[in-house]
């Protein structure tokens, strides 16, 4: 059974950093481009940064580009993501996924494997 079992969400200070890691079993993901995605109360989901399979392409969303990094360590088949400079509009829950292949059925994005998430709260 596949899974992506995300960890390190908790209740921050703004200002402060934070480090997310997904652990994924079942499978290698090592030759698979993965990403973070975050949902908001009340918002929809909304895409953070991808990394690509081998590790040496990123992409980011504007609202973290230069306070998030991407990174992802074959050996453990772990995903990662530094917060850091974390503002209040940051808080959501943190979802790893992987695997990407065009959206279908009204989905925003395509990913074939999801986690279930991890809460970051970041307080003012």
């Known amino acids: 059974q596949v899974q992506l079992i995300e960890s390190g969400g908790k209740l921050v200070r703004a200002g402060e950093s934070l480090k997310l890691s997904c652990a994924a079993s079942g499978r290698s993901f090592n030759n698979i481009a993965m990403g973070w995605f975050r949902q908001a109360p009340e918002k929809e989901r909304e895409y953070v940064a991808t990394i690509n399979g081998r ?28 917060m850091s400079k974390l503002k209040p509009e940051d808080t959501a829950t943190y979802y790893c996924a992987a695997d990407p292949r065009p959206p279908r059925n009204g989905e925003k994005y395509g990913m074939d494997y999801w986690g279930r998430g991890t809460l970051v709260t970041v307080s003012s």
């Open 55 to 82: 590790g040496d392409a990123t992409t980011y969303a504007d609202s973290v580009k230069g306070r998030f990094t991407i990174s992802r360590d074959h050996a453990k088949n772990t995903l990662y993501l530094q």
